[in-house]
T-cell receptor, first 114, second 115 residues
Framework: AQSVTQPDIHITVSEGASLELRCNYSYGATPYLFWYVQSPGQGLQLLLK??????LVQGIKGFEAEFKRSQSSFNLRKPSVHWSDAAEYFC????????????FGSGTRLSIRP | DTGVSQDPRHKITKRGQNVTFRCDPISEHNRLYWYRQTLGQGPEFLTYFQNEAQLEKSRLLSDRFSAERPKGSFSTLEIQRTEQGDSAMYLCASSLAVTLNTEAFFGQGTRLTVV
């Protein structure tokens, strides 16, 4: 069965600094991978997804993520964060064979220091 | 607005009461999912429908929970004899399963508080 680990519960970075949120997955083959963002009182918004092809994926709001099969990782990055990026970030994995559901990690809460 | 909508947004109920939530997916989407999210956790899969057929149920979905999608459009999630442990955000999502690599769009959720 697939699973997702987000080792960082809470991260604080200064506005304008770079960001990397870690995500490790467990799955027997190449999974579908996602990053979602959830702001307080809001639903989940998809930032980016990886299904196949280029392992560096560009998303919305200036985010990118890199799929590294050898490390079973799909880390999210942004070169310069803005105060509006403060939110909860979820990495998720889907199984291509079923595509029936997405399994989420426990999330990383991002705070921005002015 | 053509997004996923959920009703109500908030529900406070007494322990032992029954509650029902509604989800209206994006109109052309044939897949509909229910997730539960507790504080500090990621969403946990509960069940999903393709059209009106319920194709998968999580072990989290106890006998007190039932979900329906009678005409393949909106869906309801009912919890009978609510318990304090049912307090959570219930999220609905929909997708168009033309190919395997489709994304799911989420609603804003229904926050349930059982007192």
């Amino acid at each position: 069965a697939q699973s997702v680990t987000q080792p960082d519960i809470h991260i604080t970075v200064s506005e304008g600094a770079s960001l990397e949120l870690r995500c490790n997955y467990s799955y027997g083959a190449t999974p579908y991978l996602f990053w979602y963002v959830q702001s307080p009182g809001q639903g989940l918004q998809l930032l980016l997804k990886y299904f196949s092809g280029d392992t560096l994926v560009q998303g919305i709001k200036g985010f990118e993520a890199e799929f590294k099969r050898s490390q079973s990782s799909f880390n999210l990055r942004k070169p310069s964060v803005h105060w509006s990026d403060a939110a909860e970030y979820f990495c998720a994995v889907g199984a291509p064979s079923s595509a029936s559901k997405i399994i989420f990690g426990s999330g990383t809460r991002l705070s921005i220091r002015p | 607005d053509t997004g996923v909508s959920q009703d109500p947004r908030h529900k406070i109920t007494k322990r032992g009461q029954n509650v029902t939530f509604r989800c209206d997916p994006i109109s052309e989407h044939n897949r509909l999912y229910w997730y539960r999210q507790t504080l500090g956790q990621g969403p946990e899969f509960l069940t999903y429908f393709q059209n009106e057929a319920q194709l998968e149920k999580s072990r989290l979905l106890s006998d007190r929970f039932s979900a329906e999608r009678p005409k393949g459009s909106f869906s309801t999630l009912e919890i009978q004899r609510t318990e304090q442990g049912d307090s959570a955000m219930y999220l609905c999502a929909s997708s168009l399963a033309v190919t395997l690599n489709t994304e799911a769009f989420f609603g804003q959720g229904t926050r349930l508080t059982v007192v």
